[in-house]
């Protein structure tokens, strides 16, 4: 399972007060370990039952082996196995992709859940710089259609045979939303989870006051950050071209595919942050915002509801949405 990686896990700032009177609500218990090939984290606060922890990272374990690509058994690789035929899931998988082809239709396939022929050959995990052959990019490409992709109840079918699912734009972000929806049933009022770079938060620190998520600023070190941001009960999302990449003959090459040439995306963008209620529509939206550019990002940024976002271009500068306010900011 692909996309954001350590090296552009948010900074999270996370400041304490005396005023909390329960030691549990003071400090936080949390857990670490490796998912979706990349660090993750859960901090909770206001309980010591390390065992809501442990549920937490067995519901991880859970969702990586349905939605992995890269797990043989998963229901992903069952489906880019089948060779077109139809294939039965779970309710889980069915939303999930679901929810990504809506935003393929969203973006008009700026956001594409079939881009895998690309991104196996592109291989950004383990490539130090080499370019695939013009002709190979081609082929992948012409089996990169969200729209052959179809639903009908628990099944899946894939109407071009060589299509496959990469379900990486998208998997973290709702899986991070179950995470929270598991942690409001155990009574949990203030947590972070951070799913390597996925940031989405519950309520704000236990002072009442905001958790501060520092946005990475590109190429730097991975703890500096070009800005920050106040967020309660939010979640916070960046892609970037800084995330993965080589470089050939001065060239950056990142792992940012545009679906319609094949290649890395070109534009004058370096990041862009999606800040939303649903962490699933964050991690699908940095990626369609990318795609689509400063002006065509933000356009469609500013027409959806309780979404904003900041845009890096290549000079560094931040491009805000234009619902973000001053309160945001400070």
């Known amino acids: 399972m692909k996309h954001r990686y350590i090296s552009i896990i948010l900074t999270v700032c996370l400041l304490f007060f005396s005023g909390c009177t329960s030691p549990s609500a003071k400090e936080p218990i949390s857990k670490s370990g490796i998912f979706f090939d990349t660090l993750i984290s859960i901090k909770i606060w206001g309980t010591n039952d390390s065992s809501i922890l442990d549920d937490c990272f067995a519901l991880c374990t859970k969702y990586e082996n349905k939605f ?21 899931v779970s309710d889980e998988t ?35 710089g080499e370019i695939p052959a013009d002709s190979l990019i081609q ?15 628990n099944t899946v079918q894939l109407l071009d045979s ?9 998997a973290k972000g709702y899986i991070a939303d179950r995470l929270k929806e598991f ?35 590109p190429f730097a070190e991975q703890n500096e950050t070009i800005t920050s941001i106040p967020v309660t009960d939010r979640s916070v ?22 679906s319609a040439t094949g290649y890395p995306k070109e534009n004058n ?15 699908a939206l940095s990626t369609t915002c990318f795609t689509l550019g400063l002006e065509k990002g933000m356009e469609l940024i500013n027409r959806l509801d309780n ?23 400070k």
Do not use: C
């Open 139 to 153: 082929e992948a490409k012409s089996h990169v259609n969200y729209k052959n992709v179809v639903i009908d109840g």
């Open 307 to 329: 979404v904003d976002a900041i845009f890096v271009t290549d000079d560094y500068q931040l491009h805000y949405s234009e619902k973000i306010n001053d309160t945001i900011l």
């Open 68 to 88: 992995s690509r890269t797990i043989s058994d998963s229901e992903i690789s069952k489906i880019n196995k089948s060779g077109g035929v139809p294939v039965e």
């Open 237 to 258: 999302v960046s892609s970037g071209v800084y995330e993965r990449y080589f470089k050939k003959d001065g060239k950056i090459y990142h792992h940012l595919l545009d």
């Open 162 to 170: 060589k299509a496959s699912l990469d379900l990486g734009g998208i």
């Open 183 to 217: 942690l409001r049933e155990n009574n949990i009022e203030h947590a972070m989870i951070n799913l390597g770079g996925n940031v989405l938060t519950i309520g704000g620190k236990p002072d009442d006051t905001p958790f501060h998520i520092g946005i990475q600023k």
């Open 94 to 128: 069915i939303e999930l992709i679901q929810k990504g082809l809506d935003y393929g239709n969203l973006s008009n396939g700026a956001f594409d859940i079939t881009i895998a022929p690309l991104s196996s050959l592109w291989d950004f995990k383990n490539n130090t």
């Open 269 to 283: 963008l370096l990041s862009v942050t999606i800040l939303s209620d649903s962490s699933a529509d964050g991690d």
